[in-house]
């Protein structure tokens, strides 16, 4: 790795959003760290793609939600420089309407997304602060500003980022450290196959399409550069109109 190179860690790495965020922030010149957790030879086959573009990339496996393995992960991988753009991307759905959902389904989604964004970033906040500079960007959704019905956990989640990535903005500000969270629509993944066709996107999406990850990426990218130094707080929709 380039002495000057940025280290960035994109949790959920190997998914549709994450590997386009991986692939940007690789383009950008920065060291990416791919986290998988199940996936990990998805995130090491990304990881040789970036390689074989002239990036650098590593792969990564913990379990977000286990507190002691992400922090013994995290804190070898802080050792001998912090990670200075860090990307909480991991989440999953578990949907159902509410009178029917099921304990498990609200504490699993609630688990990644929320008890995952303190295991990971919390290790990772004091090396950043020291080097007075960093990115931490939220992965959210559309949901979480806008509720979704059979989602009432997911949202709950999401919208629980949105009041963490503006809490956090506040205290670490003055530390040369922004904090945004990234909501996206609609967009053109795995996720989304079975669930909306094109008729539905149409009448659900003024763009009348779905969005690419590409197009979430950049917007990450753009949050991750040294130009959105004075952006923090925000929550930037990336929906094609709908809200």
Request: hydrophobic fraction near 45%; charge should be neutral; charged fraction near 20%.
């Amino acid at each position: 790795m380039k002495p000057d190179m940025k280290r960035a860690l994109v949790t959920g790495g190997s998914g549709g959003i994450g590997a386009a965020i991986c692939r940007r922030l690789a383009a950008d010149g920065c060291y990416v760290y791919v986290h998988a957790n199940r996936n990990l030879a998805k995130a090491a086959a990304l990881v040789e793609e970036i390689r074989a573009s002239g990036g650098a990339a590593e792969a990564i496996t913990f379990d977000v939600t286990d507190a002691e393995a992400s922090r013994v992960a995290l804190e070898a991988l802080v050792a001998d420089a912090p990670i200075q753009i860090l990307v909480n991307n991991a989440g999953v759905h578990d949907d159902a309407v509410f009178p029917g959902m099921r304990a498990e389904q609200w504490h699993s989604v609630l688990d990644v997304s929320l008890n995952g964004f303190f295991h990971v970033t919390q290790p990772l906040t004091l090396p950043m602060i020291r080097g007075r500079w960093g990115r931490i960007i939220n992965i959210t959704s559309i949901a979480g500003l806008t509720g979704n019905r059979g989602q009432v956990n997911y949202a709950a989640a999401k919208g629980g980022l949105h009041a963490a990535t503006k809490s956090l903005s506040l205290e670490l500000a003055s530390r040369g450290i922004t904090v945004n969270a990234v909501a996206p629509g609609i967009i053109q993944t795995g996720m989304i196959e079975g669930v909306f066709d094109e008729k539905s996107i149409a009448a659900m999406v003024p763009m009348k399409r779905a969005g690419k990850p590409e197009e979430v990426a950049d917007l990450v990218g753009f949050l991750a550069s040294e130009q959105a130094s004075y952006i923090s707080g925000q929550i930037i929709s990336v929906n094609g109109g709908m809200i």
